[in-house]
């Protein structure tokens, strides 16, 4: 199926999220606004102003009342990640260092009321000193907080104390992590780095489950529900190359870590990619400000191995 | 007022009256005391003079002299030659030169100089053998020599019978800091043999047979071979940036461009006479090194490994190995010679019926003498054919591999020098007289230019302006030549047979076998293409091209995003393109395709350097007996291509096995996951969040979305009247 082009942002786009029922999309980017689409036709159903400068991240609570963006402006604070927790009641942000702060996990309150008064006290706040934290996640039931870092490790929190429990060098060194998203249940996730691979990893002890290996630098990576695909998206930044090839994404099998297909379409780099939670659909964001919603066809859904359908046939038989 | 002579006075003159035995010399004296020489410094000891008898021995000595005075002072009477009790001489002799340096260059200059066929001599110093012999260094009793036991080598040939008795072929890889070396394995993942990290410091290369895999460090370069790799040779030339193989692999030539340095203390392999050289010639069966030159040009070595060039301008001189002397002992002097090439293989000249190689040479104009293509014959030297040429500012010699063929690419300018042409030159070789023909209807200048390896067929390149300062290259044309069709076992005129226009390519690859060829655009910012060629192509043959001996067709583009480098393997059935780390850090990695340019794989790889593909000697089979493969290829490709189908459906099996066990990992990993959690969830008295969201559905009834869409199909416009 044609994709569907949303021209909303002027700038590159930094983050796309559906909200669970994946009827919406969110989108940000550095010109300041974030953008809402019904992720079935493309309509835009409204933009949110009031930031002053990049926004950075965005997240939408389980029940689609609320979101949390972070932005570059300097008026509120530096938040380079947001993220709820699984029940909404807890919002989750990654703050850079600058500006005098230190870089942190912090983790904040939210009062589910959407009319309720917000308190901006702070419930923990995790310090990374040895290597700036540049993503970070909430894992099932809220257990953990893990952590992508600038130096390609990953690291494991109490989720309650905010004590380290693990950490692993996932990823080259000093490869940064560019995301981390998680599995429908939060008990794995995976990561997209500056080493030109992804990781499937589980949360609770950081063992790396697959790699997926691409050629190019990866800025995102997530996971498609229904099907056991991943998807890509990186590309050369336009400053470190003269031409750019055709490649900036791909899509891989979650399971067997081969390479069964290329996202196309975007000029330059991706900067993000987000499946629909529904399943039906992934939506990607490049540096050429455009959004593109991808709805699949009928040859996604029958295509699949020999030995996957063999395990198909042998459940129904059971 | 300053003193002069008239006005001396006598008082000015006698005022320093002294005794002029009171003055004490010593000091002087000690400083200009002439040193006499003392000791033996001045004496040298020739070794290898011919058995003569008292009657022969004043020629000799005569003889003798003449050799000796060229390098120093020296007489008759200062020559001893002893004499043994039978009244023969004792085969050496003592000789007294005036000065320690004199015999100093004696021992440099004439050791190891032939004094006739049967002879050559031996010089030393006389203090060295003194040196040498004292202090009981010389056991009373003689020892035999101990002989080492035989110990068997590897064979260094083992590769060629592949264990899958496929016929693979090798290659090796230099990525990251790893060098490996695998077995083409066409689609699949290559089949390593052996991977070393830091293995080389700079490149890798192989022999010219493929039997050794040179790597090059500081120290100098260490060959290696045989199934187990072990180090076979090592040539410690310090800090040496090239070599070169003797096409017989039995000498190489190392090149630095830091002249050598001996330590005081001494170098394991070079002698001191290596100082400030650049080139060293070793013979690879021993190790060691047979010679060193200064920086000249690269010395090559003709194709059957004997004769050795080192060009001087303006003259070149002829080395002939192994004992490294100049052929006849003198040099070629060759007027201003700018390039010369040795023939790739010995070729049969008609009516000659002497061993002969060739070379060909070409100097420029030089006042009113013309510009000069020669070739010359050794061991003979005799220029067999030359011609003169008008207006040339650069030439470039190309020999076909066989030697049948050598094209003069002339790069001609007007009398005003404002505008560049392109003339070929084409000597027949083998035919009587050496006929040459010239190609003249090339407008523009040829960049690129390449035979057919074992046929008579060529490619050029040419472009519009001469390569100069431009941001954007100008575009090229790639222009095939051919021979024309004529009746008998000859060969008739070449003919162009097809240019293509408005091309970004630049080099040219034919296939080892011939037939083939990639005409590639490399290390370009304007395109990466490459185009696979084929020149005997056995569909239909265009009307126009009914007298040339080709029917071109091009049969595959492809594309390899910098691409740096593209080699075909020694078959001729594979070709690999590169993209090095040494040109650029982008994308690299190897593509390999079959002859028809059709890719088999593609594989990036972090830090990609460089591929090689190891070349086979030469086929051992009879002509006959290749003839006899030839004809029943047929019944060949057939078990081959069972054995194919067979192996693919094999390794199909391994892939679907190796997935199932994916799959079930998978799925057991998941399967513990979840009863972990389900566990905890307990543990806390947490209700399933599947169960919770499933209740929500129940309530909440799905939301209908209705869309109105419109859209006009055709819109008219009738006017009703």
Redesign the interface.
């Known amino acids: 199926m044609r994709p569907i082009l949303l021209s909303g942002h002027e700038r590159a786009l930094t983050q796309i999220k559906f909200n669970r029922d994946g009827d919406l999309l969110f989108s940000v980017a550095k010109d300041q606004h974030i953008c809402v689409w019904f992720s079935?036709?493309g309509e835009r159903l409204g933009t949110y102003k009031g930031h002053q400068g990049a926004i950075w991240t965005v997240d939408v609570n389980p029940d689609s009342t609320m979101i949390a963006s972070g932005s570059a402006d300097n008026t509120i604070r530096l938040w380079e990640r947001v993220e709820f927790n699984?029940e909404g009641t807890q919002l989750l942000g990654v703050t850079e260092k600058r500006m005098g702060h230190l870089g942190s996990i912090v983790v904040l309150n939210i009062n589910p009321d959407i009319d309720g008064e917000q308190s901006d006290e702070k419930e923990l706040t995790i310090v990374c000193d040895e290597s700036k934290a540049t993503v970070a996640g909430w894992s099932?039931?809220n257990?953990y907080i893990i952590a992508g870092h600038e130096d390609g490790s990953v690291s494991q929190y109490d989720a309650k104390t905010g004590e380290q429990l693990e950490n692993l060098p996932i990823h080259d060194l000093n490869m940064q992590l560019t995301d981390l998203q998680w599995s429908n249940?939060r008990?794995?996730f995976i990561t997209a780095s500056k080493d030109k691979t992804a990781k499937l990893v589980?949360a609770?002890d950081l063992e790396v489950?697959k790699t997926y290996p691409s050629?190019t630098p990866l800025n995102s990576a997530t996971m498609t529900p229904k099907k056991d695909y991943v998807i890509l998206g990186g590309g050369?930044a336009a400053m470190d190359?003269?031409?750019t090839?055709a490649r900036q994404g791909s899509f891989h099998h979650k399971?067997?870590e081969d390479e069964i297909g290329r996202v196309r379409g975007h000029f330059g780099p991706l900067n993000t990619v987000a499946a629909d939670p529904t399943g039906k659909s992934y939506a990607s964001g490049g540096e050429d400000g455009y959004v593109r919603v991808h709805h699949f066809d009928k040859g996604y859904f029958d295509f699949s191995?020999?030995?996957?359908r063999?395990?198909q046939r042998a459940m129904q038989q059971q | 007022m300053a003193p002069s002579f008239d006005h001396l006075r006598d008082a000015d003159v006698d005022e320093d009256d002294y005794d002029e035995n009171e003055i004490d010399l010593s000091d002087l004296r000690e400083k200009y005391e002439v040193q006499l020489e003392q000791g033996f410094d001045t004496f040298v000891v020739i070794d290898g003079l011919p058995e003569v008898t008292e009657e022969q021995k004043p020629k000799l000595v005569k003889f003798l002299l003449k050799k000796l005075k060229s390098i120093g002072n020296t007489k008759e009477e200062s020559i001893f030659m002893p004499m043994g009790d039978d009244g023969k001489s004792l085969r050496f002799a003592f000789v007294e030169y005036s000065t320690s340096a004199e015999a100093a260059a004696a021992v440099r200059q004439l050791d190891m100089v032939p004094l006739d066929k049967k002879h050559t001599l031996r010089v030393n110093k006389m203090t060295d053998i003194e040196r040498f012999g004292r202090e009981g260094r010389v056991e009373e009793e003689y020892q035999p020599p101990v002989i080492e036991e035989f110990k068997e080598k590897e064979h260094m040939r083992s590769w060629l019978a592949d264990p899958s008795g496929r016929g693979r072929d090798q290659f090796a890889m230099y990525r990251g800091e790893t060098v490996g070396v695998f077995w083409n394995n066409e689609k699949d993942t290559p089949e390593n043999v052996v991977d070393r990290q830091h293995w080389t410091e700079s490149f890798i290369q192989w022999s010219p047979l493929g039997t050794f895999l040179t790597s090059v460090h500081q120290q100098g370069v260490q060959l290696w071979g045989g199934p187990s790799w072990t180090r076979q040779r090592r040539f410690a030339h310090p800090f040496v940036n090239m070599l070169d193989f003797s096409p017989s692999e039995k000498y190489v030539v190392t090149w630095s461009n830091r002249p050598i340095s001996i330590p005081d203390e001494g170098h394991p392999q070079l002698a001191a006479d290596d100082d400030g050289k650049n080139y060293v010639i070793w013979e690879v069966e021993t190790g060691k090194p047979l010679r060193s030159f200064a920086n000249l040009d690269l010395p090559t070595t003709g194709p059957d490994g004997a004769p050795l060039k080192a060009p001087q301008a303006p003259l070149a001189c002829l080395q002939v190995l192994p004992r490294m002397t100049l052929l006849d002992k003198t040099t070629i002097k060759i007027e201003g010679v700018m390039d010369f090439e040795w023939a790739p293989a010995t070729v049969q000249r008609d009516g000659n019926k002497q061993y002969e190689q060739l070379f060909c040479y070409w100097t420029p104009e030089l006042g009113s003498n013309p510009a000069k293509v020669g070739l010359m014959s050794i061991p003979s030297k005799q220029v067999v054919r030359s011609l003169n040429l008008f207006s040339v500012s650069d030439a470039k010699l190309h020999w076909q591999s066989d030697g049948t063929y050598l094209a003069v690419k002339v790069d001609r300018h007007s009398k005003s020098k404002k505008s560049q042409a392109t003339t070929l030159e084409i000597f027949r070789v083998r035919e009587k007289g050496i006929p040459v023909e010239v190609v003249d209807t090339i407008k523009d200048t040829v960049i690129n230019f390449a035979w057919e390896p074992k046929g008579d067929r060529f490619v050029i390149i040419t472009t519009t302006e001469p390569v100069g300062q431009t941001a954007v290259p100008p575009k090229t044309s790639v222009a095939f030549f051919c021979p024309e069709k004529v009746k008998g076992n000859v060969v008739g005129n070449f003919k162009h047979l097809r240019t293509l226009d408005k091309k970004n390519s630049n080099s040219i690859y034919w296939s080892p076998r011939g037939r083939f060829v990639v005409v590639a655009t490399i290390a370009n910012q304007q395109g990466s293409d490459l185009e696979f060629y084929d020149l005997d192509f056995e569909g239909e043959k265009p009307e126009s091209d009914k007298d040339l001996t080709a029917n071109l067709q091009l049969m595959n583009v492809s594309d390899h995003y910098g691409v740096t480098d593209v080699q075909w393997d020694p078959s001729g059935r594979f070709v690999t393109s590169w993209a090095s780390a040494w040109k650029h850090a982008m994308e690299n990695g190897y593509h390999t395709y079959d002859f028809k340019g059709e890719q088999l794989r593609e594989e990036p790889l972090e830090k990609f350097k460089q591929w090689a593909w190891r070349p086979r000697p030469a086929t051992l089979l009879t002509k006959e007996e290749q003839k006899q493969i030839r004809k029943n290829l047929r019944e060949y490709s057939k078990t081959f291509e069972q054995e194919d189908a067979e192996r693919v459906a094999g390794a199909d099996q391994a892939v679907v096995e190796e997935r199932r066990r994916m799959l079930d990992e998978w799925y057991a990993w998941r399967q513990s996951v979840e009863e972990e959690l389900e566990w905890e969830r307990e543990e806390l008295g947490l209700s399933k969040p599947t169960d919770a969201a499933a209740a929500k559905g129940e309530d909440a009834e799905g939301e209908v979305i209705e869309e109105i869409v419109e859209e006009v199909l055709e819109e008219t416009e009738e006017i009703v009247q």
């Open positions: 079935h036709n699984e099932y039931m257990k249940d008990t794995y589980a609770r489950l050629d050369q190359v003269t031409t090839a399971i067997f191995y020999e030995v996957e063999e395990r």
